[in-house]
DNA sequence: CCATATCGTCAACGGAAAATTGACAAATGA
DNA sequence: TCATTTGTCAATTTTCCGTTGACGATATGG
């Protein structure tokens, strides 16, 4: 049988107190994760669980195993970071996350180019503007707008990321261009549907006054290239990342409003790059952000849409 | 692929310095071990060894997972044996080594009672004249006639293993019965071959003199059984455990001579069991041992071959 | 100096142990 | 009460592990 597997499988039984959790957070079937156990308990001749009715109970034995496991399981996670770590040509599987928008735009275009450069890499993109853990997702490289990086994780700090509130010509010149904060409110406005999200658009204003608007639109979005399409299409304003808006603006497809205000969001106005401790002398993610940075770095591409003197 | 195993052989490679040599340690094929050292490489993205023309040698990266392996392997190790030590129902596999003709005299025929008694239990017995190493070959439980049982080993003594010259009646009328040790020297006396045998036979006598004559008969064996036979036979003298000739002596087949004289062996007076510090709490190995005390104590049950008058 | 044995490696095959599937009883909560 | 969830089991499929038998390269021995 297969060692790793039934530990894993063992301490995630513990951790989550249940068999079917666990096999959901493995990614397997519960048939397999009950079969391990017991597989694990006929090999020590100990039962591990107490079963009664519906619930878990660790038995005594269970608990030393389950202390011993952790140590071993650690002992063997070391081991690999350590041994990886040592290696100095970029190989394996690089798992990244990103968000759907700035991943699609940004960072796929990146991965034939860098699997093209290292002959022994594999790139994989996760998408998904959900937070995920590095840990459980086997991410290497987590890019990430956020206001605090997990505490837990290396973040990088890799650009600013600006936003803009803009709309088509076509819209402002039947709506009105609006000319102060409290203008947006007669607009259709699209925010970001999110959890946590505010039915207020928060302004940051030259001189540090803040405005707080309340956004009216009658369809929302959870996906923000649905919310750009919306714009494209006429039907409204909203605050677009600048990697997104920027090309559009420089074409002169979509217009800025309300430029001496700086829009605030949830997620704050940098962009990390975050990765567990264990992967910091990783290669092949050394080689990853050294690309982002050639990329990105001083100044995104797409940031050039405006003219030089009101661009700060 | 399988980590464990994986690791193990890495570990192996480097203590045998070779392939092939863990390969036959290891009891499977050089292909294997071959490939499992190259998955390896691949995974970790790293040389573990530098193989030049028939040497191999640790990489500095192969020396950094040697270290971090051993350690690991050895957190699974003592979790194991943490966890199998607190069950309290014999169980599992029980691997027994013992001298082939005591074993399979006295040995074997626990072997049905003992798992006719323990439903989960299993039993091997591995029987050898050779030393074996009870690490590697995975041995729970080795009984030996040794002078010096092993450092490493826990080794409890179960009994005296006594020993006396012998021979058939026949062949004593034939050829004359030796009245002190120098007349062996005329006899056809059959040794154990084994390597570091003397050809001669040691005798201690009732006042601690000792006596060493001179072995001779032209065919030897390395094989109790087979010494045994060929005393039956009527070939000659030869030394025998009483727990070999002891029946045949009751029953009139054997009798002994020189019975103020004590032979002497290399393999010392005592039986021992002998098991690796961490077993000394499995619950199989203790119903084993309580089942030999049992059977062979105080007095093993071939010794009362003589009258009362003669055992001391 | 050649013959032989041994070494590490490779590709293909066969089989054993995985993991999935689909079902079941038991137990919980609406 | 019914619907859902949980842990388990048997049967099936799939995966991957280990063997086999070969190869070139390289020591070793006569």
Redesign the interface.
């Not at 090999?43 to 100990?46: A, L, M, Q, R, S």
């Not at 040509?89 to 394996?92: E, L, V």
């Given at each position: 049988m297969?060692?790793?597997s039934s530990w894993e499988s063992f301490v995630r039984v513990v951790e989550t107190g249940s068999m079917a959790g666990a096999a959901r957070r493995l990614d397997c079937t519960r048939a397999q994760v009950s079969k391990q156990i017991a597989e694990l308990e006929r090999?020590?001749?100990?039962r591990l669980f107490e079963r009664s009715t519906r619930k878990l109970a660790l038995t005594?034995?269970g608990e030393?195993?389950y202390q011993?496991?952790l140590?071993?399981l650690?002992?063997?996670a070391?081991?690999?970071i350590?041994?990886?770590n040592?290696?100095d040509?970029?190989?394996?599987l690089l798992r990244i996350s990103a968000s759907l928008a700035f991943g699609r735009l940004y960072i796929a275009p990146l991965l034939p180019r860098i699997t093209a450069q290292y002959p022994?890499l594999e790139c994989e993109l996760i998408l998904s503007d959900q937070l995920v853990d590095l840990f459980d997702d086997n991410i290497d490289l987590a890019l990430r707008h956020t206001k605090a990086p997990p505490e837990d994780a290396v973040a990088r700090r890799l650009f600013a990321l600006k936003r803009v509130i803009c709309a088509t010509p076509d819209y402002l010149a039947t709506h009105g261009r609006p000319e102060h904060p409290g203008d947006l409110a007669w607009h259709a406005c699209f925010g970001y549907l999110q959890a946590e999200a505010s039915n207020t658009l928060d302004l940051l204003g030259r001189n540090g006054e803040q405005a707080s608007i309340p956004i009216s639109s009658r369809f929302r979005f959870n996906n923000l290239d649905c919310i750009f399409d919306a714009v494209m299409a006429g039907h409204g304003l909203a605050i677009l990342p600048t990697y997104m808006a920027g090309p559009e603006i420089r074409r002169g497809h979509l217009e800025t409003v309300l430029d001496d205000y700086e829009p605030l969001t949830g997620f704050g106005r940098d962009l990390y790059a975050c990765y567990t401790p264990s992967r910091v002398r990783l290669?092949k993610v050394r080689v990853f952000l050294e690309e982002l940075e050639r990329q990105f770095s001083p100044v995104p591409p797409w940031e050039n849409f405006r003219s030089a003197d009101r661009n700060p």
């Open positions: 297969n060692w790793l090999n020590f001749g100990v005594p034995s030393v195993f011993h496991a140590r071993a650690d002992a063997v070391s081991t690999e350590a041994v990886r040592l290696g040509t970029p190989c394996g022994e290669p």
